[in-house]
Structures are given as structure tokens and as C-alpha cells.
């Protein structure tokens, strides 16, 4: 059985950083892409950021460049979300993703595995 557990969402004031982690078990995802979606209440589930196993390649959303950075260790199966900068417009569920495709997709109907989510706040 597939999981992932996302860890290291919580509180932080406007300009701070949280490092999000998403551990993969039950299957490896080395050869696969995995992203980084979030949500804000009443809102669509949007893509964050991605990385691709084929290319070697990281992909943002505009709103999140430059200040949000995707890691992956495939050893661990783990990815990473380093979150600089924080705004309070930043603030939902992050949640955790990944598909045995290689190729980073920006919409959430293409990935067959989720994590449960992980609350961010940024306050002002």
C-alpha cells in the first residue's frame, strides 16, 4: 500500500521559512515525478512545484518562484519543500504528490498518489 506523509507545515510570520518533507513508502518513485500541490479554503487545488526523474528538472508556479525551492532524495524517497519569503497569500492545506510518470504535470488529476495534507499559516 502507497503512502505519503507530508511533515512540517505550522505557524511562521510573514517573511519566515518552513521546509515541508513527503516521505513515499510502499512503492518507489525514483523514476517517477512527485509535486507539491496546495489548497486555501473555498479555493482549486494548485500546482506548487514539481520535479521530474526523466529530466532532471524542477517546475514552480509564477507565484512561487524564486522563493520556494523542490528537492528530492531518492535514496529516501523523500521530497522537500523549502519555503522562503512566506506571504500570508501562501497560507493552505499543502498537500504532497506523485506519479509513477516521469514527466512533471501542473494539474492535480494527473497524479495517482496523495499525502493527507499539511496546514501552512502565514500570518502578518
Known amino acids: 500500500q502507497v503512502q505519503l506523509v507530508e511533515s512540517g507545515g505550522g505557524l511562521v510570520q510573514a517573511g519566515g521559512s518552513l521546509r515541508l518533507s513527503c516521505a513515499a513508502s510502499?512503492?518507489?518513485?525514483?523514476?517517477?515525478?512527485m509535486a507539491w500541490f496546495r489548497q486555501a479554503p473555498g479555493k482549486e487545488r494548485d500546482f506548487v512545484a514539481g520535479s521530474s526523474w526523466i529530466s532532471g528538472g524542477t517546475y514552480y508556479a509564477d507565484s512561487v518562484k524564486g522563493r520556494f525551492t523542490i528537492s528530492r532524495d531518492n535514496a529516501k524517497n523523500t521530497v522537500y519543500l523549502q519555503m522562503n519569503s512566506l506571504k500570508p497569500e501562501d497560507s493552505a492545506v499543502y498537500y504532497c504528490?506523485?506519479?509513477?510518470?516521469?514527466?512533471?504535470?501542473?494539474?492535480?488529476?494527473?497524479?495517482?498518489?496523495w499525502g493527507q495534507g499539511t496546514q501552512v499559516t502565514v500570518s502578518t
Open positions: 510502499g512503492r518507489t518513485f525514483s523514476r517517477g515525478s
Open positions: 504528490a506523485a506519479d509513477l510518470s516521469p514527466g512533471v504535470r501542473t494539474g492535480a488529476n494527473a497524479y495517482d498518489y
